[in-house]
């Protein structure tokens, strides 16, 4: 008998990819999916590629995760907190929502609704002492899907003292699988197809994350919509903290992923590609400086619900319980 596993918010696209990635890791027993709305529902009535599954959604609530030793967290945000708090002290839990990841309490309140529920390990393992942090921790806060495209690109400049911490600009597009499962007119495909569209510029709830975590102390952070199920492609551009070359900051990115299994450094002139990352845990950079305004730049590319959200959850949980950090997950995408 493997680790025994649950998924609440099963319903949801990354409760789905959760789902998939649990089925097919050599460690884990799904014991539980749970949902609201579709509790009693098969879960392939609303994952019809999950049928093998032979699974059924529950109700979410304490009672039905707590025979888990790990649950997984893929609630909207607010909602962690309440099921968490309930859930007993030997049962590992991963939320992929926000409940979990600011440490101040006025960030939160600047961006979401209802208190701020306290503060967990933050779940990206590639930070400087992360992983090891992560590995001690009960409690972990996987990362926002914008935010870990951002970090990943500008966390390392800014650490070794390439990039300003003042004046980040991000421009970030995204798959409309970021915006959830719920029936919202502008994610019809009749409203997508065909269509780029800015969605709450200058006030998306990952801003203060990013700060955090990378330490810069002005961001201006534009999401765009984009008509494709999945992935994030990110333009992070920040003003240089001394004279530096594409080399220096393509150097200071590959001595800090090093090893990572998951973030990769594209070979000079090549860009990243979201379909490249497609179905993977695999991060994607290549650098460069900007001719005219001198800034640096630095693109990154993911799978929203991968890197993004289900596939970062699980390699945190490999952790959690001493694993092989890569143990079913793959830096390989899907093409076409």
């Known amino acids: 008998m493997g680790v025994r596993v649950a998924v609440a918010g099963a319903s949801g696209y990354a409760g789905g990819e959760l789902l998939r990635l649990l089925a097919g890791h050599p460690e884990f027993e799904i014991v539980a999916a749970t949902a609201h709305a579709n509790a009693g529902e098969p879960v392939a009535a609303v994952h019809p590629h999950l049928g093998a599954l032979g699974l059924t959604f529950g109700k979410t609530d304490a009672t039905t995760l707590a025979d888990a030793d790990l649950v997984f ?141 990378t330490g810069a102390r002005t961001l201006s952070f534009t999401p765009v919509l984009a008509p494709m199920p999945r992935g994030i492609l990110a333009t992070v551009t920040a003003v240089p903290a001394a004279t530096v070359s594409t080399v220096d900051v393509r150097a200071a990115l590959s001595e800090s992923y090093a090893g990572e299994p998951f973030v990769r450094l594209l070979p000079e002139g090549v860009w990243p590609h979201t379909a490249a990352t497609l179905g993977s845990n695999a991060c994607h950079l290549q650098a460069g400086l900007d001719r005219d305004s001198g800034r640096l730049v630095v693109v990154s590319a993911i799978d929203n619900l991968g890197k993004g959200a289900a596939g970062q959850a699980v390699q945190c949980a490999n952790l959690m319980l001493g694993q092989p950090e890569t143990l079913g997950l793959t830096a390989i995408g899907v093409n076409p």
């Open 73 to 213: 967290l893929a609630l909207p945000h607010g909602e962690s907190a309440a099921i968490a708090n309930q859930l007993p002290a030997h049962v590992r839990v991963v939320d992929l929502a926000a409940d979990h990841r600011l440490r101040d309490p006025r960030g939160w309140a600047a961006y979401y609704a209802g208190p701020h529920a306290g503060t967990w390990t933050y779940g990206l393992p590639e930070l400087p002492g992360q992983r090891a942090e992560i590995a001690a921790s009960t409690r972990v806060a996987a990362t926002g899907c914008y935010a870990v495209a951002t970090i990943l690109a500008l966390a390392p400049l800014i650490k070794k003292g390439l990039a300003s911490p003042d004046d980040v600009v991000v421009v970030a597009s995204s798959g409309t699988t970021g915006a959830g499962r719920g029936l919202k007119p502008h994610l019809m495909a009749s409203e997508v197809m065909g269509d780029l569209s800015a969605y709450r510029v200058g006030e998306h709830q990952h801003t203060p994350e990013i700060k955090q975590a």
